[in-house]
């Protein structure tokens, strides 16, 4: 009974010491953990950059700009025309991560100043008087898809590719006029084609991303008709020709993710 009484005074005074200790010691809190970045959800942004451009005609009847008389033949055919200029527009787009890969969809329109003015094939009224011809892209639009793989998690290396279609406008100038007639013309269609091209991205802050991209653009061929009314070059003589191109450009872009 004793021995009890000697040990549970002393048992209570070791806890009780024990306790003091413990307090004297400084507290330590857990280190923070940064939350895993992830690349899926929806994003907005915006791109700048330069484009190259390569435009060819091939007039497809007896006109005006490709023949010294009304009933031919036809004395010149082609007109070519390479562009450069810079290039402006905006994106939006979702991405999904699985794993170390990125999947998304993506569409942009982009604005052009490409544009160039060549002295035409033929000149049928020289020397009295100079014709040129004029092609523009004026903008571009795109839906593609996205595939991506993650070098570590803030560096993303992607491939994309998909629809693309731009408006491609034409038009010709008889300077100075020929006295009579109306020989002036313009045109503006929309022509349908495909994108193909990639890039990197890296993560700058949390929802920010800032990347450059590579896009190779082919458009498909369409009859372009040019026509005066109250001029030679009436709805009996157009000005028929058909009108290819592609683009290639390289844009800086900027993303903000939505989360």
């Known amino acids: ?30 280190p923070l953990v940064e939350p895993v970045f992830t ?51 905006v994106q939006f787009g979702f991405n999904y991560q699985i794993n ?12 052009t100043g490409l ?17 040129t011809v004029k092609t523009e892209i004026t903008d571009y639009a795109t839906v593609t898809g996205r595939f991506g793989v993650l070098v570590d998690p803030t560096w993303l290396v992607y491939g994309k590719g998909g629809y693309a279609v731009a408006n491609i406008e034409t038009s010709g100038t008889t300077t100075p006029a020929v006295q009579g007639l109306n020989l002036n013309w313009n045109t503006k269609q929309w022509h349908n084609g495909w994108i193909g091209g990639g890039g990197v991205e890296h993560r700058l802050w949390k929802n920010v991303t800032l990347g ?8 498909d061929s369409a009859i372009h008709t040019g026509a005066v009314s109250g001029g030679i070059i009436g709805p009996a003589n157009q000005i028929v020709h058909s009108v290819n191109g592609n683009i290639q450009t390289i844009m800086a872009r900027l993303n903000i993710l939505i989360r």
């Open 100 to 111: 170390r890969l990125v999947l998304g969809v993506e569409g942009s329109w982009t604005a």
């Open 39 to 89: 690349w899926t959800g929806f994003y907005v942004g915006a791109q700048i950059g330069g484009a190259w451009a390569k435009s060819d005609w091939t007039y497809q009847n007896i006109n005006p700009y490709d023949s010294l008389g009304p009933a031919g033949p036809i004395t010149g055919s082609a007109n070519s025309f390479s562009m450069s200029a810079l290039a402006g527009g």
């Open 1 to 30: 009974m004793k021995s009890r009484l000697l040990i549970g005074p002393a048992f209570a005074a070791s806890i009780v010491g024990g306790s003091a200790f413990g307090a004297d010691l400084p507290y330590k809190a857990p």
């Open 212 to 219: 450059v991209e590579y896009n190779y653009i082919q458009l």
């Open 115 to 131: 544009s160039q003015t060549n002295p035409n094939v033929v000149q049928v009224f020289a020397p009295f008087s100079t014709q």
